[in-house]
Nanobody, 120 residues
Framework: QAQLVESGGGSVQPGGSLELSCAASGRIRSIATMAWYRQAPGKQRELVAGITGDGAPNYADSVKGRFTISRDNAKKTVYLRMNSLKPEDTAVYYC??????????????WGQGTQVTVSS
């Protein structure tokens, strides 16, 4: 029905920046909340940032002031700008979206994940 494809991960030194993108495609009527999660080795997946359909963001305390989430509704894409990266930000980052598909069926969709590694 719908797919999410992430891009933009990679390796960076502490203090560096990266920007992740996640584009939705398929039989999409509307997209509600879009969000980024991350999962570090041996840890549970956690919410990093979310943004409503109206553009209202929310952030985990650990990334406030460093990360910025945004979306382009025309492109059906959500972004995560990550500044001042720390080694503890190392994880696989996943995007998630609440999508209404053809027939007004709502579902939660996940991307495949993209690795972010912060290391000197």
């Amino acid at each position: 029905q719908a797919q999410l494809v992430e891009s933009g991960g990679g390796s960076v030194q502490p203090g560096g920046s990266l920007e992740l993108s996640c584009a939705a495609s398929g039989r999409i009527r509307s997209i509600a909340t879009m969000a980024w999660y991350r999962q570090a080795p041996g840890k549970q997946r956690e919410l990093v940032a979310g943004i409503t359909g109206d553009g209202a963001p929310n952030y985990a305390d650990s990334v406030k002031g460093r990360f910025t989430i945004s979306r382009d509704n025309a492109k059906k894409t959500v972004y995560l700008r990550m500044n001042s990266l720390k080694p503890e930000d190392t994880a696989v980052y996943y995007c998630k979206a609440e999508i209404w598909t053809t027939g007004w069926v709502k579902g939660d969709y996940w991307g495949q994940g993209t690795q972010v590694t912060v290391s000197s």
